[in-house]
């Protein structure tokens, strides 16, 4: 994914430089989440940043804030990228997290087993399946083809990395 600010040259117009450490710095800080993204353009063009040209030293100040929760700036973005809006949302993303890499259907069909996720004990798979895909096509949860040893295509659930970060902080 290329950054919003690259394509439009938001950094470059305001004389700033976006090379590839800056880039790099500001994905991980953000993901490339668009009201993150817009969250750091805002930054930059604040009056209180004018000449500061240290662009990675701010996307790492912003993403401390967001590992720090500053302001309610995590759970705000948590929120907003809809974890708390599906059912089971908050349960599945820890699913996700802790199982990493498991098959779509596996991890639904894991979800109903397990003790440690009660919300989740007594679930109907079709409502877990469809809170899954909630939060695949929120962007919360990614799911990756990837061929399974028979070389038959599976789907494999792993959560976003920003929203892993947060999540693992709460």
């Not at 909630?134 to 949860?141: D, E, K, N």
């Amino acid at each position: 994914m290329e950054p919003r600010f690259l394509n439009h040259g938001d950094l470059n117009d305001m004389d700033k430089s976006a090379n590839a450490q800056v880039v790099d710095a500001v994905m991980a800080a953000t993901g490339g989440w668009p009201c993150l993204m817009d969250g750091f353009i805002r930054r930059v063009t604040a009056p209180e940043w004018q000449g500061v040209f240290n662009l990675t030293g701010l996307a790492e100040q912003m993403e401390e804030e967001l590992l720090t929760n500053k302001d309610g700036v995590a759970d705000a973005f948590l929120s907003g990228c809809g974890i708390d809006q599906v059912r089971y949302g908050q349960s599945l993303v820890q699913l996700a997290l802790e199982f990493g890499d498991e098959p779509y259907e596996e991890l639904c069909e894991l979800a109903a087993g397990l003790s440690d996720y009660p919300e989740l004990q007594d679930a109907d798979p079709e409502d877990v399946r469809s809170s899954m895909d909630a939060l695949v096509r929120c962007g919360v949860l990614v799911a990756v083809a990837r061929p399974d040893a028979e070389g038959t295509e599976s789907f494999v659930v792993t959560c976003d990395p920003v929203v892993a970060k947060l999540v693992a902080n709460r």
